[in-house]
């Protein structure tokens, strides 16, 4: 998979709260670099099961159970629970609004959560960008996180964090 692709995610989305394991990481940021800066709607994304799987894992998997270890993936996604705060009230809301595997193509279709359309779609300020390779390296869900609320603030040079916000 290309390694170049770019991650764009609002502020908010970056600052939500959320606990994602480093392989539920790297699928949600593969999600995003699906969308093209001038889409309106979320579509459904197709990606290979295998190569799926290889792009999460560290290290190469050739066994049968890929597919029921994507599946669990996938699952387990539709079932974490995001919290944005907006100014009206806290949104509480799943990444994935659905998983279709296609068994004969060996293909999984992903499709965001609606609720999500004001955090990763038009975006036009308030925004954080990178490439995902930089992520892909990182082993750990925690600086996956780090990684993305530095890079919000990297035209600062700093940023400060209170002990409790981390």
Not at 15 to 31: C, F, G, H, K, P
Not at 114 to 138: A, C, E
Request: proline residues 4%; charged residues 30%.
């Amino acid at each position: 998979m290309n390694r170049d692709l770019v991650v764009t995610k609002a502020n908010k989305l970056v600052e939500a709260s959320y606990r994602l394991n480093i392989s539920e990481q790297r699928v949600m940021a593969l999600l995003v670099t699906q969308i093209h800066p001038d889409d309106e709607e979320f579509k459904p994304y197709r990606f290979s099961v295998s190569e799926l799987d290889e792009f999460i894992s560290d290290q190469p998997r050739t066994n049968k159970r890929l597919h029921s270890r994507v599946r669990a993936l996938t699952r387990s996604l539709q079932e974490k629970v995001l919290q944005i705060e907006e100014p009206d009230g806290l949104l509480q809301v799943s990444w994935l609004c659905a998983a279709k595997y296609l068994d004969g193509a060996g293909e999984v279709e992903l499709e965001f959560s609606p609720r999500l359309k004001p955090y990763l779609l038009q975006l036009k300020k308030r925004f954080t960008t990178y490439k995902i390779r930089f992520i892909v390296k990182l082993r750990s869900r925690y600086s996956v996180r780090l990684y993305e609320l530095l890079k919000q603030y990297e035209s600062l040079g700093k940023r400060i964090f209170e002990l409790a916000e981390l």
